[in-house]
């Protein structure tokens, strides 16, 4: 590795980890934010949406409406499960507990797994169905808990963000032409679009206002640009490993800033999950390195 290529992956590395910082506030966002659950939707995903497209037209320049112009079903079918994903992932987050929200979401590279499976014919590895095997046991453990943190209708949402988030993933790798960022910013406008019609964004408070404005753009729009510059930079699976790293610092913030504590099922479940996410992606980054050595050999 030359020294620009080093400089390049810590900065990827540094980038990254951003990304996943940023996208761990979202805890912290929605329950500062005094408002129902619409009209947070509505009124993030047109400030995100808006702050992702002026990147888009900043980073492709005079690329851009040539690239708007050649969009076709598979941009579209990203669209629609991304928005799905953020509508349902925000209301798990209202409805329940974060803790609960984020360990069922943990489930997504192996939720992945199958419908890659049933959809593009990618076999899963040994250790992913050995991961994924143990992560759903501790989710049962989780769901199983009937009266601790947080409601089964928040939970089922969490479920539907990751079936539409393993979706999105599965498109994408299916179609890797796909523009990431018309799809991002479009499904963030779609959110409003589906959600307006129950919003009341003229009785935020200014309070209120600043909060959304600061979620939309922090939390989401710029995490995203983080990662889109840094994931270029290093391999995917150390980006994977790095982005995983919202799933415990999510609920971690609530836990300290807003003195949200996780239910016993979930101190139980949650830290299964985590060892059979973390385990997994150190076996791939593992797996990954071995085939590399076998073929420069």
Wanted: glycine share 8%; proline share 3%.
């Amino acid at each position: 590795m030359t020294l620009t290529e080093q400089k390049q992956y810590r900065l990827g590395l540094t980038y990254v980890a951003l990304s996943a910082l940023a996208w761990s506030s979202s805890g912290l966002f929605m329950r500062a934010i005094n408002a129902d659950l619409m009209t947070i939707v509505a009124t993030r995903g047109i400030v995100s949406g808006l702050a992702t497209f002026l990147f888009f037209i900043y980073l492709e320049r005079s690329r851009a409406w040539s690239i708007l112009r050649a969009i076709r079903w598979p941009t579209i079918a990203a669209t629609v499960f991304s928005a799905a994903s953020m509508i349902s992932g925000l209301g798990s987050i209202y409805y329940t507990s974060v803790a609960d929200a984020m360990v069922i979401y943990a489930t997504v590279p192996f939720v992945t797994a199958g419908v890659a499976y049933l959809y593009i014919g990618e076999k899963p590895s040994r250790s992913t169905l050995i991961a994924a095997s143990v992560a759903m046991g501790g989710v049962l453990v989780m769901l199983m808990d009937e009266g601790g943190g947080g409601s089964m209708l928040g939970k089922g949402l969490a479920l539907i963000m990751t079936l539409t988030v393993a979706a999105l993933a599965t498109i994408m790798r299916k179609h890797r032409d796909v523009h990431m960022l018309p799809a991002m910013f479009s499904s963030a406008w779609l959110c409003s679009l589906c959600t307006i019609w129950f919003a009341t964004p003229l009785g935020l408070s200014g309070h209120d206002i600043g909060l959304v404005v600061l979620f939309a753009v922090v939390q989401n729009s710029l995490g995203l640009i983080l990662y889109t510059f840094g994931s270029r930079w290093i391999p995917a699976a150390d980006a994977s490993l790095l982005t995983a790293l919202e799933v415990p610092l999510t609920p971690l913030w609530v836990w300290i800033f807003m003195d949200e504590v996780p239910s016993r099922a979930t101190m139980i479940g949650g830290p299964i999950v985590l060892l059979a996410l973390f385990g997994h992606i150190f076996a791939e980054i593992r797996r990954n390195k071995s085939t590399e050595v076998a073929v420069h050999a």
